[in-house]
């Protein structure tokens, strides 16, 4: 490979939003006929460095050269002109379009001025023929499966005589199978010459197809190397870091040890729990007082069993039982009936209500437990809110102001208030600490110790490593949609070991005894 | 900055500034035109002029629009209050038309509480469709808006039914404390929804479930009951606004009985400052959008002009309301005029949430 | 594995369902037509068909244009209004003495220009289509009375050749001139639909309009050009409704909207966007005109009967929408 000449390089490459560095100094380089995987966790800047590439944003610092030359696309539609085309993770179809014409919409052949759709259905069927796929053309897009929709959008992309081609996360909802297929498109384009953009969160796809991996972290380049030389467990290390930065310095406290703490019935205790398409068959259980940490890549089935453990998604198999008794978690509301709270990682979206005031978004789901007819009375609002709002320290402490104006860190806190003031005996918090600043990660964090000795259960996910190791007493590690191993972290638990089972899934033996 | 200026800024940012001001340009451009404008005489123990007038006329319009400031601030909508208006109004009617002593109080009730449990059924019927079936609101209720003309007019079998009756006359007509009676109905179910949704905990729900409705899911709020809630609120606020426009004239027209009241109910929220998106709602501010509107639908009047003209200046208001309240025109000229510095810049994760990727 | 193994249905129930609110309007139809023929017996005679679409002309064409809007998923509350405006200016425009040629060319101006202007609000001020059209057809209403409170009558020669003149066959059956231009709008806006890249946008668009703006449509140009194009059909259908009744009427039309809304939704096409065509539109106005027609013939029923019955198609059509799931979003 390293006979020919780039096809694409990226030098260089800053870009800053308003008090986040998002990509700073980053090289990147794509060959003719590789496919490339580009890695990272969230927030490293993966979708950033796409986004420039494609003209989404412009770039503060640095130089993009397509061929021999320097480009500075104003965005998807340039891009693709020039033969970098995007595949997006959300099929970006019309369902209820053909897939003859979701491939030619924009630029139909027409004559005389009218659409000639013979000339389209037959360029359609040459198209997928060349990407081995036999299906009917004039149907709509929605009459098929993901993957023939993820193909379909290829098929788009390609067809503008691409040279590039970015894949952003195509098999995220694809199964096996389907995977299987897309890859073989894929080694088939390679083998055309086109270049191929990567972007997955599974590891062994990455180790099936790439030839060439590029690891960022925290928006900075951590290498490029050929996937032959980078073992999974470096790839690992590489992407999460071993940075064992400010957060270190939370003082350590004596803890409960998990052997007494696993004395009782358990507060919840799962089995075989699953849900097709979202996470594997896992048990697990949760006693009072413990912390138990998720650990796992992004896209991983964290948060799918987070939501399975909430009944925000409902199970399709499994058992769970609350105290010793059988129960049932089909929606949100049995679950906080448990006692159960929930503060989601899509906190925009899944957590805060933005019109609303601080006061309101904490007390809603308490309000809502009781019924609206039982309005918590204004003085016991304005105590649950200061005692609070003084216990997270969320800046501005003003109760009355809308909680879109805080900053995401302080709107954080609001949603864990909203769960703590319900006083619940089971805690999920995924990714609680993303995006916040240090010092109110820190907070969150020692407020976890402070809760977990008071008696709460917490289930704690988080993609930093350190932090699971640090606050749980015991660790259950997810892979690809399965959770492949039960971890007591003891002195013989440690980042390399977790990193070693995320990256090989070991220890599944271990995890099902 | 000056003190005075963040004042006035202060002033000016109120959400109830630009309602307010409208109506007070609108009240002095009529006293200029015509300097009687705002005199009130008593005759007879009762207050009379121009502004009572515009206070009893608005009535049937603020109770409409109450309802209707529910339904959107769960991010809904409701085209059928007129038709709703048009049923329970030709039933009340029909009712008290057949009765031997149309001047009986208790019949009367009998008459209202027949209409208006006729209304919760429609009110019921609009909340299943949205709630249960999941239709998007302004189709569902489109559906009622179409057919319950039909009913309407099924019900008082195309005439107009003209009725003799005191005690229904004296809910549009009546007077109570000097003042017309049809004010305090007004003002009693506003103060009463007010109480319903501001004493309770029913007013933050709504918003939380028009704000963000999985978020609400996940806090554990049961929002297709609250849905259903307010479609029946509206239906019942509609109904009573049917008994005062049909008791003003004292017949009931299935045709005419309450048309275009959704409308200029939708208007008087959107002035009102509640957004169609759905999320916080302003009862305060709806009561000044539909006095806004009947103020203009007046001085109109007054003004010689038939009241179909009225609809162009009525254009105008909407459109100038709804462009002063485009986030999308406030960023393109906002800005530039008031020279106010520009908002503060978006976080990088909401400029990831509005780039599709 | 083989490729045909990832469809997830089999090919043969893909067709019916996307045709399927167009099949039912048309079975409802043909029951409907064949409950007239058994009950009555000059319902059988094909001018009832013809004065069908005599009656419907102007409401067909109107219909078409707001088929395009439905399409996008969106909504123009403002068409009666602007085909009574145009039978307005028509009138008072003849009145005042001017040519016919010219009367008729500004009058077919105004409702595309209202219908651009209102498209350019819903997209560079980002206000829902459903206020600005409101305010579209409060405007539009308030010209009508503006221009005059009374009906406006018109005697001006091109426009009562227009009106009178027919079209048949040696046995006495005939159409008029609205017919034909209805028919005209209706097979220039099929072929729009079917083979331009704006009538694909417009299909594009109402599926999922996030992709197709990345997909490099122009969102914002065929949007504006769909109410241009409601505008224009209005216009249209304003000229066909002065033709039909010689006069410019302030108060006409009112309400129309909603039938026309009614006649798209009855016709097939899904008030959410992307999915639907312009001879389901056709079917809907037909099956509103023999709804008309039957309760006309039947003579006990009262005309107030023709709303609930529309009301309960749409019911049923929405529902039956719901059921196949042709919400795509």
Known sequence: ?513 | MSDANLRLRTLVGHRLFWPVAVLVAMLAANTIYRPGFLAIEVNNGHLYGTPIDILRLSAPLILVALGMTLVISTGGIDLSVGSICAISGAIACLYISEAPDQNNLGMVFTALAMALGVALVLGAWNGVLVSIIGIQPIIATLILMVAGRGLAQLITEGQIITINSGPYRAIGLGHFLTLPLAIFIALGAALLIAAFTRRTALGMIVESVGGNREASRLAGIRSGRVVFLVYVVSAACAAIAGFMITANVSSADGNAAGLWVELDAILAVVIGGTSLAGGRFYLSGTILGALIIQTLTTSVYAMNISPQTALLFKAVVVIAVCLIQAPAFRAKFGRRRRGTPPPPAPSPQRQKEEVPA | MSVSSLTTRPSWAKLPRRQMPVLATLALLLVMYGIGVSQYQAFSNVQVIFNIFIDNGFLLVIAVGMTFVILTGGIDLSVGSVAAMTAMVSAWLLQSGLPALLVLVIALLIGPLLGFLMGCAIHFFDIQPFIVTLAGMFFARGMCTFISNASIPITDGFWTTMSQYRIGDPRGNFVSVSVIVAFVVVLVAAYVLAYTRLGRNVYAIGGNPQSALLMGLPLGRTRIAVYTISGLCAAIGGILLSFYTLSGAPLIAVGMELDVIAAVVIGGTVLTGGSGYVFGTVLGVLVLGVIQTLITFDGSLNSWWTKIVIGGLLFAFILLQRLIGIRYK
């Open chain 1, 1 to 513: 490979m390293t006979d020919s000449r780039p096809v694409l390089t990226m030098t260089g490459i800053s870009k800053s939003f308003p008090g986040v560095r998002a990509l700073h100094d980053v090289d990147f380089r794509l060959f003719p006929g590789e496919v490339h995987a580009l890695m990272g966790e969230n927030g490293a800047g993966k979708s950033t460095l796409i986004k420039v590439l494609t003209g989404v944003y412009g770039i503060d610092e640095g130089v993009i050269i397509l061929g021999d030359e320097q480009v500075a696309f104003s965005g998807p539609m340039q891009a693709a002109g020039a033969g970098v085309s995007t595949v997006y993770q959300e099929v970006n179809l019309c369902p209820n379009l053909s897939v003859a014409e979701n491939i030619f919409i924009g630029r139909e052949p027409r004559r005389f001025g009218a659409v000639h759709w013979a000339e389209v259905r037959r360029r359609a069927r040459a198209l997928l023929t060349r990407l081995d796929l036999d299906i009917d053309v004039t149907a709509p897009v929605a009459s098929y499966s993901l993957a023939v929709q993820q193909m379909v959008a290829i098929a788009r992309a390609i067809d503008v005589r691409a040279q590039v081609l970015i894949l952003d996360e195509p098999t995220s909802s694809l199964d096996a199978g389907e995977v299987e297929q897309l890859f073989r498109i894929m080694r088939q384009l390679r083998d055309e010459g086109i270049a191929i953009l990567f972007v997955t969160h599974f590891l062994d796809q990455v180790y099936r197809i790439a030839d060439r991996i590029t690891v960022l972290r925290n928006g900075t380049l951590v290498g490029e190397y050929p996937t032959a030389e980078l073992p999974q467990l470096a790839l690992v290390e590489k992407m999460i870091g071993k940075d064992l930065d400010v957060l270190e310095r939370i003082e350590e406290q004596p803890r409960p040890e998990l052997a007494t703490l696993e004395e009782g019935t358990p507060f919840v205790e799962v089995s075989q729990l699953s849900r097709r398409g979202a996470v594997a068959p896992f048990s697990l259980t949760i006693h009072a007082g413990e912390v138990v940490g998720l650990a796992g890549l992004l896209g991983s089935g964290r948060t799918e069993v987070a939501r399975l453990f909430f009944g925000a998604d409902r199970a399709d198999h499994g058992d769970v039982a609350v105290s010793g008794e059988p129960a049932s978690l089909r929606n949100p509301v049995q679950a906080i009936n448990q006692g159960i709270g929930f503060c989601s990682e899509n906190r925009r979206a899944e957590g805060i209500i933005p019109d609303l005031t601080v006061r309101e978004n904490m007390i809603l789901a308490m309000q809502a437990a009781r019924g609206w007819l039982r309005r918590i009375p204004r003085r016991r609002q304005d105590e649950l809110v200061d005692k609070y709002i003084k216990a997270l320290s969320i800046r501005p402490a003003n109760p009355d102001m809308p909680v879109r104006n805080l900053s995401g860190g302080n709107q954080q806190k609001v949603l864990l208030a909203r769960w703590l003031i319900t006083e619940p005996r089971l805690l999920i918090l995924d990714e609680p600490t993303r995006g916040i600043d240090i010092g109110a990660k820190a907070e969150i964090q020692k407020l976890v110790v402070q809760l977990s000795d008071g008696g709460m259960a917490v289930l704690f996910i988080s993609a930093e490593l350190e932090e699971v190791l640090r606050l749980s007493h015991k660790i259950a590690v997810m892979r690809d949609r399965e959770m492949v191993a039960h971890l007591v972290n003891d002195d013989t638990v440690d980042a390399d070991r977790v990193m070693q089972t995320i990256a090989t899934g070991t220890q599944r033996e271990e995890a099902n005894q």
